[in-house]
């Protein structure tokens, strides 16, 4: 059974600093692509952060986090990271961890495996 489970969300201020986990099990992990997308209340589920099987050197961000954000992963533990700086009010929502196979994508509809989210929210 394939599971993706986030943990790390919090209740932060503006400016703060914070990490999120995923973990994964029932898939090979090592060779999937992994990403973070993020989705808060009434909007569509956005695309955050993305990193490369073949090479972990591969990433992708959105704008609205470059230079704040950084993805990271650990195969041995079949774990996936955000680390996220300097939050801001617009950063709020549901983190969800994503995998995925083939070319690095930020599109939803590329990725086969999802966590159920962890929630961060970031107040004045």
């Known amino acids: 059974q394939v599971r993706l489970v986030e943990s790390g969300g919090a209740l932060v201020q503006a400016g703060d600093s914070l990490r999120l986990s995923c973990t994964g099990s029932g898939f090979s992990f090592t060779y999937y692509n992994m990403a973070w997308f993020r989705q808060a209340p009434g909007k569509e589920r956005e695309f955050v952060a993305a990193i490369g099987w073949t090479d972990s050197r591969r990433e992708a961000y959105a704008d609205s986090v470059k230079g704040r954000f950084t993805i990271s992963r650990d195969n041995a533990k079949n774990s996936l990271y955000l680390s996220m700086d300097n939050l801001k009010l617009e950063d709020t929502g549901a983190y969800y961890c994503?995998?995925?196979?083939?070319?690095?994508?930020?599109?939803?509809?590329?990725?086969?495996?999802w966590g159920q989210g962890t929630q961060v929210t970031v107040s004045s």
């Open positions: 994503a995998a995925g196979r083939g070319a690095l994508q930020i599109e939803v509809s590329f990725y086969d495996y």
